[in-house]
């Protein structure tokens, strides 16, 4: 059992390139959220799911894309990265019938 | 909107002083509460967690946090602190309208001098 994953650990991407950041998780979790977390801002919701299939924006959305294929994968898009995207983000997963989430280690994004 | 506010952005102790971090909240409803730790280049932990009954809990390595629902806080304390205990602290906020996902404060940075 491995939690939540996320993939890469470290990216630098120059402006206008594109990636995806990747989360997994084997728990069987219906809710699964992207975090981006800036200094003195604590962590800010950008999309979340509920379910495969649905998705829904947060409170940072602008920018990133997102889908929910699977119930274990939920990936985060960026199209065309600006350095205002410069940050640390955080995937996490939560069962519908808790209050529990819990948070990959994180993928450091630095954009030139 | 609902906001969660933490009032101390940096905070320097000696070991062994007391610490008390300050949380508060924008909601008249019905809320989760948390509070996490991120130590130096690591991913975040749960310290504690409120969701019903007793508003004192006890959380991992000597923490305690109240839920004063009049005040709309959640402070998180520690009577005795070490070294170790040198991190990022966010308290987190689950509205329940607001889709289960949460809501951090921005953070405080604890250093702790030995």
């Known amino acids: 059992n491995a939690g939540v994953t996320q993939t890469p650990k470290f990216q630098v991407l120059k402006t206008g390139q594109s990636m995806t950041l990747q989360c997994a998780q084997d728990?069987?979790?219906?809710?699964m959220s992207w975090y981006r977390q800036d200094p003195g801002m604590g962590l800010r919701l950008i999309h979340y799911?509920?379910?495969?299939?649905?998705?829904d924006q947060g409170e940072v959305p602008n920018g990133y894309n997102v889908s929910r294929s699977t119930t274990e994968d939920f990936p985060l898009r960026l199209l065309s990265a600006a350095p205002s995207q410069t940050s640390v983000y955080f995937c996490?997963?939560?069962?519908?019938?808790?209050?529990?989430?819990?948070f990959g280690p994180g993928t450091r994004l630095t954009v030139l | 909107a609902q906001s969660v506010s933490q009032h101390n952005h940096h905070v320097i102790l000696s070991e062994a002083a007391s610490l008390e971090l300050g949380c508060n909240y924008s909601?008249?409803?019905?809320?989760?509460l948390f509070w996490y730790v991120q130590y130096p280049g690591q991913h975040l932990q749960l310290l504690l967690k409120?969701?019903?009954?007793?508003?004192l809990v006890k959380g991992i390595k000597g923490f305690e946090a109240e839920f004063i629902k009049s005040k709309f806080s959640f402070n998180l304390r520690k009577p005795s602190v070490q070294w170790s205990d040198t991190a990022e602290y966010f308290c987190?906020?689950?509205?329940?309208?607001?889709?289960?996902?949460?809501?951090f404060g921005g953070g405080t940075r604890l250093m702790v001098k030995p």
């Open positions: 996490a997963s939560k069962d519908s019938g808790s209050n529990m989430q819990y």
């Open positions: 728990m069987n979790h219906e809710y």
């Open positions: 799911s509920v379910g495969a299939g649905i998705t």
């Open positions: 909601y008249g409803g019905t809320v989760n």
């Open positions: 409120y969701f019903s009954g007793d508003p």
């Open positions: 987190a906020v689950m509205f329940n309208n607001a889709g289960n996902m949460l809501t």
